[in-house]
């Protein structure tokens, strides 16, 4: 079944302790990216990456990392959690940049204290 | 500011009562997508419009690009409890995806 899966679905964490949410696709896409959904501001994107090695900054990429090493796999690193980044996150990929669908994992509710 | 307007920010109905959403910028989109997201859930895609003017329907979704490419409309005919959930709507501008806040929806039975 063609999925992006994201690991874990719920963490609760205390300020400045550093954690990593998986996500993983089995569609080849080539496009991936972060977004966190807060209520009233939407999904926005937090960082996208092109292909293996290649990511950019998206709209709120303050306090967040990812890395692209292979071409399944996305995580998003926040290396010193903040209340602030209290949030929904999603990760979504897609085909290409720019093109079509995108899918989106199940989400990661995320508690920072 | 969002770059995406949509309204209502939340609409409650009652099943079998018809619905409209509506997203709308300032400047003029390339082509716009909805996407539906169910609680516990990410978003899936409804449809993609392109062309100014098109109408598209699935099932009892309708769904309308203005003609100067600038906003959009979903129109849901005779709603059902599965029609609850947020509906979203997005652009891509400069190879990124950027939604709007969302329509919240409730159908009651």
């Known amino acids: 079944e063609a999925q992006v899966t994201q690991n874990p679905r719920y963490l609760i964490t205390v300020t400045g302790k550093k954690l990593t949410v998986t996500c993983s696709q089995n569609?080849?896409?080539?496009?991936m990216s972060w977004y966190r959904q807060d209520p009233g501001l939407g999904l926005r994107q937090i960082y996208y990456?092109?292909?293996?090695?290649?990511?950019d900054k998206g709209d709120v990429p303050e306090g967040y990392k990812v890395s692209r090493k292979e071409k399944r796999n996305f995580p998003l690193i926040l290396e010193s959690p903040s209340p602030n980044q209290t949030s929904l996150y999603f990760c979504?990929?897609?085909?290409?940049?720019?093109?079509?669908?995108?899918?989106f994992g199940p989400g990661t509710r995320l508690t920072v204290t | 500011t969002q770059l995406l307007e949509q309204s209502p920010q939340f609409l409650s109905i009652q099943e079998g009562e018809n619905l409209t959403v509506y997203c709308n910028s300032s400047?003029?989109?390339?082509?716009l997508q909805w996407y539906r997201q169910e609680p516990g859930e990410g978003p899936v895609l409804l449809v993609t419009?392109?062309?100014?003017?098109e109408v598209k329907k699935l099932k009892r979704l309708t769904f309308q690009f203005g003609d100067a490419r600038k906003d959009s409309s979903l129109h849901i005919t005779a709603a059902q409890t599965g029609d609850t959930g947020l509906y979203l709507c997005?652009?891509?501008?400069?190879?990124?995806?950027?939604f709007g806040a969302g329509t919240q929806v409730v159908v009651t039975p």
């Open positions: 979504a990929s897609s085909l290409k940049q720019g093109l079509g669908e995108q899918y």
């Open positions: 569609m080849n896409h080539e496009y």
């Open positions: 990456s092109m292909n293996v090695e290649v990511t």
């Open positions: 400047s003029v989109f390339s082509s």
């Open positions: 419009v392109v062309t100014g003017g």
């Open positions: 997005g652009r891509y501008s400069w190879g990124k995806l950027q």
